[in-house]
């Protein structure tokens, strides 16, 4: 059975930006405590997200009262860049961590980090593209003088084929499914190095963004 693994590392020095209450500026940081963790609940993640093995890495933002409880949540970052699957779970739990609050002149002050999490499953490796071809640009998109991309998950066989339905998770422009069929067709013909699982070859999901610039169409 597949065993989570979630690491949580806090940058405190390299990326907190703290803000004393009446807003001041001061070039002496000598006075400066930073935010600490005294409080860090289990974080559990999406079991959809489990058994597609998928692996993400998400970076939170978390604001912290002079009380130390967070009052404001915003992910600023995540790779792959469109899945969306973790953001609800991973901002719960940031405003459920507690911290000793950060320090100016002995007074507490409002603080931000920012919290990377990595999500990862052991003993396996999602599959990788190996040969993508080049997209069919759609002939009313170049009409228009449009560019874009489309986003995809894409289920790997062991053979290192896509199998059954290839999903779209996002694109650009958002309005417009004019590059949804040929971003699917790229997709059916991209061949992979499949997931393995304990070293064998095995089933796995892969995100691939499809891209139409109209200047390499």
Do not use: C
């Amino acid at each position: 059975m597949r065993i989570l693994f979630i690491t949580v590392l806090l940058f405190f020095l390299a990326i907190t930006s703290v803000y004393a209450q009446d807003g001041s500026d001061s070039n002496d940081q000598s006075n400066e405590i930073m935010p600490e963790i005294i409080l860090k609940p289990e974080l559990h993640f999406p079991q959809m997200a489990v058994k597609a093995g998928l692996h993400v890495d998400i970076f939170v933002e978390v604001f912290i009262g002079i009380d130390g409880k967070p009052y404001r949540t915003e992910i600023v970052k995540r790779e792959p860049e469109f899945v969306y699957l973790f953001d609800n779970e991973v901002r719960k739990w940031a405003m459920q961590i507690r911290f000793s609050p950060a320090l100016k002149d002995d007074e507490p002050v409002e603080s931000e980090i920012i919290v990377p999490v990595k999500f990862k499953l052991e003993n396996f490796q999602s599959p990788k593209i190996k040969e993508e071809p080049k997209p069919v640009y759609p002939s009313e998109a170049i009409e228009m003088g449009m560019d874009g991309w489309v986003a995809l998950a894409v289920l790997v066989n062991p053979q290192g084929l896509p199998e059954g339905t290839i999903n779209i998770v996002s694109r650009y422009p958002i309005y417009s499914d004019i590059f949804d069929d040929a971003a699917i067709e790229v997709a059916k013909h991209t061949t992979f190095i499949p997931a393995f699982t304990n070293g064998l070859s095995s089933y796995g999901w892969i995100f691939m963004k499809v891209k139409f610039n109209i200047r390499n169409k």
